[in-house]
Nanobody
Framework: QVQLVESGGGLVQAGGSLRLSCAASGRPFSMGWYRQAPGKQRELVATITRGSRITYADSVKGRFTISRDNAKNTVYLQMNSLKPEDTAVYYC?????????WGQGTQVTVSS
């Protein structure tokens, strides 16, 4: 069982920045960030493996950076140049070997 604790969400103006963190209780193989806006399906934002292989959604490329500290079992999402359309609940996911686990979500709201 892996527990994920997310932090760092909040309210920011368009063009601003936020940094999300997700601390895992175990040593997940892959970790990632997903988001779900009201009335929409949950979607991929970015993922990173233990070997730092990274995937980004096209909508965040060049603005968001995912990184990982394997010693702390923590994944980060640095979000720059935020847009109102980035407003969503952001979820951390641990996956890759066995069952997957999700965090409780953290709200990110970008005002125009």
């Amino acid at each position: 069982q892996v527990q994920l604790v997310e932090s760092g969400g909040g309210l920011v103006q368009a063009g601003g920045s936020l940094r999300l963190s997700c601390a895992a209780s175990g040593r997940p193989f892959s970790m990632g960030w997903y988001r779900q806006a009201p009335g929409k399906q949950r979607e991929l934002v970015a993922t990173i493996t233990r070997g730092s292989r990274i995937t980004y959604a096209d909508s965040v490329k060049g603005r968001f950076t995912i990184s990982r500290d394997n010693a702390k079992n923590t994944v980060y999402l640095q979000m720059n140049s935020l847009k109102p359309e980035d407003t969503a609940v952001y979820y951390c996911r641990a996956f890759g070997m066995g069952p997957e686990f999700w965090g409780q979500g953290t709200q990110v709201t970008v005002s125009s």
